[in-house]
């Protein structure tokens, strides 16, 4: 009874990833999509690893709104919590949504986010901090966790011993469509808790009598109706509980139980003939279960309280043969365990490709130890351990195949030394010269470009001479520079025919300037198409060349480190693996062993009730035959 | 005799499940240490899987040449899809064959990483093929090629599939 919260939890798990992204709105960033690929399939470890990694990169851009993730940003830190917690990692989980709740986001978001928060703190069994989160919720909360959050309130209030205060919580949720069953259930078991007997057999009625086409609703039902009918026989109330138990189902999980206690409830009220019904049935069923064996002990001892002795010795040897051969199926299967067989068939991946991969152990005709074990492999601890047990068998396989990885890495590199290294000498210098050719082009570029700019304020008509003009020019500066004080009787003459042509030239330069200009203009554009080209492929030789030399400078100390990382964690793995391995095996062999204590003692007690049944249906017969 | 047996079992009923629990709470707390640990270790793990993606992807898919492909399905898409094969100017880069799992995975929102590989800058061809089943039970196979510019910067292409609808390409590919 102490488990009350336990369904609510696993139906929290079970939503869980039904929040998550993906449906609802347009995905923007394919590098979470595919975090959401992998953990769809159930594979968190390598949604975890690209979608931390994504959300780390997210985080370091200098302008996040540029970034694809930024659309997504707050489903992807709600993902990485629920995607910690799904693999197991409660230490980090909360982390991403503690940030989400800090930051400046809207009143939805944060609420939400307080909501995962106080359910991450729940699972941590961090009561205080999870009603703490919870606290934090204020104004418009999403609908669609509305009820979630008030039922996960009334398991932190019950978990805390607080059952009128959940109580109050759980009054509310009696309605709701997801919740309304487990939430009846609680109720009862709050009322209880609380010292409220009597409303807790009430509410527990209640529940017991839902409509539900529901699996877990149907469970929950059973429940109720399986311990309201506990709690009348220990009242002495015997009559009351049969039919509660008479309710729960016959082949639901509660079956076997509430058939046991049902016998034993009639067998208190004195109806001895009734107890015969239940047991009847329950003997019938698989012999591994406790309630079987017990009824298999019981149902003769009905037999024997009617007189029926002799049907009750048949039973008895009934009994007896079936709990010594489960005797020895246990003893091998301590064996077997000893052997590390258990450990063996856990690993093996082909079974847990199924969902319901515990349940197909009891069909491994080699492991015969998990017929017992299926209760223990129930519980929490155990189940922790187990799925830890699993996921460092994971993470050594893949840090095994990564070792394996660092062999070809190193050869790679070494390949492409050997390759690149001697040619890279002749491709340098043959760069350096053509790099000092580009250098003095692009300068040479920049004076022109600086030019056309300066004639477009300033025009300087003389700038856009021809060659030939230029060379005219000179010759008639350098002919006018010599007639400059001649004493020649045709200085005067030559001196205006110079200048004549100076003018005619200057005319020429001055009238066709800007026709020049525009040419000019259109050849530097020109030029510069070409000098871009020129800029691209020595951007892309540069590339080229960094390119060579990363693709084999600077592995060496990474893929070093790297080695000594994966074999400490392959040896830290190892150390764990064995220790968690042992103590799976010491706590399945303890509860083999206490399974097969319980049977040798059954055994012990059928074999004495067999023959003291012989022994009255002996003297039965006798009587009978003085009477004749 | 009776009450004798009754008592025994009522005394194994108590007994049984105490013994059982005491050993289990006594193992619980070793768990409970062992699971601390368990956690380190795999965060410790995360982090070299990191270490070693980024290394990996710096050795064999540099980003001037990088390209990867993603496959989606389209939103409320009821076809089965069987397979996927992409081309890379006629050349085979990748074959798929989708499980159950994988499936789901895609119609619930999922996008697969189906390719990474290298191309030089430039234009190339992309040809995407899938093969599926239709909900009436009928086999379909559709073929598409797009052409796409590679930069200096890793390229990854998002390709949509969808079944066939008439007048339609059910093979759609956007740039990221």
């Not at chain 1, 979630?148 to 109580?167: K, T």
């Not at chain 1, 309280?305 to 039973?315: E, S, Y």
Request: aromatic share 8%.
């Amino acid at each position: 009874m102490s488990q009350a919260p336990r369904p609510a939890l696993w139906l929290l798990l079970t939503c869980c990833l039904a929040t998550s992204p993906g449906l609802s709105d347009e995905l923007k960033d394919l590098y979470f999509g595919e975090a959401l690929y992998y953990a769809h399939q159930g594979d968190f470890f390598d949604a975890l690893e690209r979608l931390d990694t994504e959300v780390r990169q997210h985080d370091d851009v200098d302008e996040p709104e540029l970034d694809t993730l930024y659309y997504h940003i707050d489903d992807a830190e709600f993902s990485l919590g629920d995607f910690e917690l799904r693999y197991r990692m409660h230490h980090r989980a909360g982390r991403a949504i503690t940030a989400v709740l800090e930051g400046a986001v809207d009143e939805i978001v944060r609420n939400d986010a307080a909501f995962r928060l106080a359910r991450i703190h729940f699972q941590k069994n961090q009561l205080a901090d999870a009603m703490r989160a919870l606290e934090r919720i204020d104004g418009k909360v999403p609908t669609s966790i509305r009820d979630d959050i008030e039922f996960l309130r009334a398991n932190i209030h019950l978990a805390e011993g607080r059952p009128a205060d959940a109580a109050g919580v759980l009054q509310g949720l009696l309605d709701s469509a997801g919740f309304g069953g487990f939430a009846a259930y609680n109720l009862g078991i709050a009322y209880l808790q609380d010292g409220q007997r009597q409303a807790a057999l009430e509410q527990l009625e209640r529940a017991g009598q839902i409509v539900t086409d529901d699996p877990a609703e149907l469970a929950i039902r059973d429940k109720s109706n399986l311990v309201l009918g506990t709690l009348l026989i220990d009242a002495g109330d015997y009559d009351r509980a049969v039919p509660y138990l008479n309710r729960v189902r016959l082949d639901g999980p509660f079956s076997n139980q509430a058939l046991l206690s049902s016998g034993w409830a009639s067998m208190s009220a004195a109806k001895t003939d009734r107890a015969v019904v239940p047991w009847s049935i329950l003997a019938e069923r698989e012999v591994t279960d406790s309630a079987t064996q017990e009824a298999m002990l019981a149902l003769p001892y009905a037999y024997g309280k009617l007189d029926v002795h002799g049907r009750a010795a048949i039973f008895y040897g009934r009994a007896l043969d079936s709990f010594s051969a489960e005797v020895d199926k246990l003893n091998a299967s301590i064996d077997s365990i000893r052997e590390g067989k258990f450990l063996q068939a856990l690993i093996r991946e082909e079974i847990r490709r199924d969902k319901d991969w515990v349940i197909r152990l009891r069909a491994l005709p080699e492991t015969p130890e998990t017929y017992y074990l299926m209760e223990l492999l129930a519980t929490h601890d155990f189940q922790t351990g187990l799925q830890n047990y699993l996921d460092l068998a994971d993470l050594q396989r893949k840090l095994l195949e990564w070792e394996a990885g660092f062999d070809s890495f190193e050869e790679m590199v070494a390949i492409r030394h050997a390759h690149y290294e001697p040619l890279l000498p002749d491709v340098d210098t043959m760069f350096r010269e053509l790099d000092s050719r580009m250098r003095l082009r692009i300068e040479q570029h920049k004076m022109l470009v600086k030019r056309r700019d300066h004639m477009l304020t300033t025009p300087q008509p003389e700038f856009l001479a021809t060659r030939d003009e230029q060379l005219i020019l000179a010759r008639l500066e350098h002919i006018e520079a010599q007639l400059q004080g001649s004493e020649s009787p045709f200085a005067a003459s030559s001196m205006l025919r110079v200048r004549r042509l100076k003018g005619l030239l200057t005319w020429t330069l001055e009238t066709e300037y800007h026709a020049r200009l525009t040419t000019f203009d259109r050849n530097l554009r020109a030029l510069d198409d070409a000098m871009a080209i020129v800029q691209r492929q020595y951007d892309q030789y540069v590339r080229g060349r960094q390119a060579a030399t990363h693709s084999y400078v600077g592995y060496e100390v990474p893929i070093k480190q790297l080695r000594a990382k994966v074999r400490n964690a392959v040896e830290t793995i190892d150390r764990l693996m064995a220790r968690q391995g042992h103590l799976l095996e010491f706590v399945a062999v303890e509860e083999l062993i206490a399974r097969r204590s319980r049977l040798e003692n059954f055994g012990d007690k059928a074999r004495f009730a067999l023959a003291d049944s012989y022994d009255r249906a002996t003297q039965a017969q006798a009587k009978v035959d003085d009477r004749q | 005799m009776s009450r004798l047996i009754r008592k025994l079992l009522l005394l194994l009923l108590v007994c049984g499940p105490m013994a059982a629990s005491t050993a289990q709470e006594l193992s619980g707390d070793d768990m409970r240490s062992l699971d601390g640990q368990v956690q380190e270790i795999k965060s410790d793990v995360l982090n070299i899987a990191s270490e070693l993606n980024n290394l990996e992807e710096r050795l064999l898919y540099p980003s001037n040449t990088q390209i990867a492909v993603f496959v989606s399905i389209a939103a409320a898409e009821e076809f089965r899809l069987d397979a996927v094969q992409l081309e890379i100017n006629g050349q085979l880069a990748t074959h798929h064959i989708y499980s159950y799992q994988e499936l789901e995975a895609l119609q619930k929102g999922g996008v697969q990483r189906i390719y990474t590989g290298n191309v030089v800058t430039g234009d190339h061809e992309l040809r995407v093929t899938m093969l599926g089943k239709l909900e009436n039970g009928s086999d379909f196979t559709e073929t598409d090629s797009f052409v796409f510019a590679k930069g200096v910067e890793p390229k990854a292409l998002g390709v949509t599939l969808a079944g066939p609808a008439f007048g339609k390409s059910g093979i759609q590919i956007g740039d990221w």
